[in-house]
C-alpha cells in the first residue's frame, strides 16, 4: 500500500510540473507578442523572453567553474598576513605591502612553482576573505598559456560588468588580456568564486596570434 501511494504521489507531482511547463511556455508566447513602448522601442534591445532567461541561468548555475590550487607555506602567509595588517593600517596598499613570496599552484597532477603577492592598491582587494593576489610562474611553467595573472574578489571589478566588457572587446576583435571566473582552493581551503585576468606579458600577444 506505502509504494503503491508513493507511486500516487510521484505521477502526481509528474503531471503538475508538465502542465506547470505547458503554462510556462504559453505565457512566453504571449509576452513575445507584446510590443515594447515606442518611444524606446529604437534604442532599447529586445528583451529576452522568460524561458530564454531560464535557459541562461540555468546554464550558467550548471556549468562548472575551474578550480585553481595554490598552496603557500605557513612561514610565507605569515608574511602575507602581515603586509596585509600594514596595509590595512596605513588604508592603502603600497609597495612595501606588494612583496612576492614562494608559493606553489597545482594542475591537476602537475605543480607549478610560482611566486605570489599580495595586489591592488585600496583596501577592497585585501578586505574579508578574499584577497587580491598577483601571481607569476616560475622560467619556463605556464598556467593556462599565462605566465603573470591576477586572482581578484569579483566586486573590485564590478561582478560580471568587466567580464562583460572583455567579451564585447573580443566580439569586437580589440586586444585584451583572458578573463574568466574560477574557484581558489588556497592551502585547501576554498575561499569561493574569484576573477582571475591575465597581466600584460609577450603570452597576451601569443594568445592572440
Do not use: C
Not at 41 to 49: C, E, Q, R, W
Not at 78 to 91: C, F, I, P, T, V
Not at 125 to 148: L, P, Y
Amino acid at each position: 500500500n506505502l509504494l503503491y501511494k508513493a507511486k500516487k504521489r510521484s505521477l502526481a507531482l509528474l503531471i503538475v510540473i508538465i502542465v506547470g511547463i505547458f503554462i510556462f511556455a504559453v505565457w512566453d508566447q504571449y509576452d513575445q507578442n507584446t510590443e515594447p513602448h515606442k518611444l524606446f522601442s529604437l534604442m532599447a534591445p529586445t528583451p529576452k523572453t522568460k524561458t530564454q532567461s531560464f535557459y541562461d541561468w540555468a546554464s550558467a548555475s550548471l556549468t562548472p567553474i575551474d578550480k585553481v590550487y595554490i598552496d603557500i607555506s605557513f612561514k610565507n602567509f605569515l608574511k602575507l598576513s602581515q603586509m596585509r595588517k600594514n596595509a590595512l593600517n596605513r588604508g592603502l596598499l603600497l609597495d612595501e605591502h606588494k612583496v612576492f613570496v614562494k608559493a606553489s599552484l597545482r594542475d591537476g597532477s602537475q605543480n607549478i612553482p610560482i611566486k605570489v603577492r599580495l595586489k591592488g592598491d585600496l583596501i577592497d582587494h585585501i578586505q574579508g576573505d578574499q584577497w587580491s593576489f598577483r601571481i607569476q610562474t616560475k622560467k619556463n611553467h605556464a598556467f593556462q598559456g599565462m605566465r603573470v595573472f591576477s586572482l581578484q574578489a569579483p566586486a573590485t571589478r564590478g561582478f560580471q560588468l568587466e567580464a562583460l566588457f572583455h567579451d564585447h572587446l573580443r566580439k569586437e576583435g580589440i586586444l585584451t588580456t583572458r578573463y574568466k571566473f574560477v574557484e581558489l582552493i588556497l592551502n585547501g581551503e576554498s575561499k569561493g568564486v574569484m576573477a582571475m585576468e591575465e597581466h600584460f606579458s609577450k603570452e597576451l600577444l601569443e594568445a592572440h596570434h
